[in-house]
């Protein structure tokens, strides 16, 4: 079997902040409720260079209004504590809620980063919402379209990006230091796992790309992306350890089998609804948190294809 040489470099980094002898990234994070969401400044203790993983702008769909509310609590920490913002990461083009990666650019500056797949999530998505020529589906909407295995610098912390499809074709994990950034590939042990329903989403390969982080050291710090509450539990929780998710997350600890998660998984997505916020967030995300581009009138809209997403 081929040596997996970026999984095994993202074990090392682990492991040499796990033995004192490199210092771990310092993590804050912002959840934000009505989207479930989970946004996480990541910084460097030695330089106090800093990452935003996964931000959010507010929207709210029944006015069509948005927001800076969530991004502004962010601006004011980096501020509060001396940050000079190198990267805003996104995991994935998410269908649940809206970035606010070109706002917090505007005011902290930073290269947009997102994984390279993007190109075959603005393939797929722009025939649905039929966006034309004026779309560009190269990733030019991004500063950096990062690969599986690429690495950034964050001040002194190395950032290793591991592709890890399944929940879409796109989606990123990122591994800095001892902190491991999941975005959709998995949710707290007693939540389980995203849905692989979506177009260019596959069950199959998100049990793989699951298994291939699981590999990552026990003492691995988990991020991520969403919290939903599960049963039985009356408080949101967005961080854990690997040991907790391979021992104990429910779809897809050590002892299920691929075929028993492809089962479950697609199983359960046929009884799922569409998130709510899944048109208005793609049209926002494919094309880096940009809105689309003003109409004759000067104002923006965003398109309701009618029986696409069924």
Known sequence: METDTHLQAAIAGVKAVVSGAKPGPIVKAFFDEPTFTATYVVSDPTTSKAAIVDSVLDFDQASGCTGYASADAVIAYVQSEGLAVEWLLETHAHADHLSAAPYLQEKLGGKLAIGAEIVTVQKMFGKIFNEGTRFERDGSQFNVLLNDGNTLQIGELELIALHVPGHTPADMAYVIGDALFTGDTMFMP??????????????RALYRSVRRLMQLPDATRVF????????????????????????????LHKDVSEDEFVTMRTQRDATLGMPKLILPAIQVNMRGGHLPEPEDNGEVYLKLPLNVLR
């Open 190 to 203: 007693d939540y389980g796992s995203a849905r692989a329903d979506f177009p260019g989403g596959n069950a």
């Open 224 to 251: 991520l992306c969403h919290d939903y509450k599960a049963p039985n539990r009356d408080h949101f929780v967005w961080e854990t350890t690997m040991l907790a998710e391979r021992t104990g997350n429910v779809h």
